[in-house]
């Protein structure tokens, strides 16, 4: 990845405001309709790495798994302003079943 890879947050107003103060784009986006198209929009704009918050990512899971099969943009689900719900994690504990055939996690 280059080193002028873009970088995107997308979730609601309350947990994506730390990362518009630390530089990176946010798009504030609570309906599955506005995160369905910024994550199309970003993509379409290269962005490399998506973080989405978890109540998100859960909105349009199945726009999520197209670009799962691309290397760019890697969508990252992060917990949001209401706590972990384990979605990042239960990515990570599928891949690597899938990898190595067994749950080591």
């Excluded at 997308?10 to 405001?17: A, F, R, V």
């Excluded at 379409?44 to 691309?70: F, G, L």
């Excluded at 990252?76 to 891949?95: L, Y």
Aim: proline fraction near 3%; charged fraction near 25%.
């Amino acid at each position: 990845m280059a080193s002028d890879a873009k970088i995107a947050v997308i979730g609601d107003k309350e947990s994506i405001l730390i990362f518009k103060a630390l530089g990176f784009h946010t798009v504030d986006a609570i309906s599955t309709e506005a995160v369905d198209k910024a994550i199309k929009a970003l993509a379409e704009d290269h962005y490399a790495i998506i973080y989405i918050t978890e109540d998100a990512a859960e909105m349009v899971a199945e726009t999520i798994d197209r670009y799962k099969t691309i290397a760019y943009p890697a969508i990252i689900p992060i917990p949001g302003r209401t706590g972990a719900k384990g979605i990042g994690m239960k990515g990570v504990r599928a891949n690597v079943e899938k990898a190595i055939g067994a749950d080591i996690l």
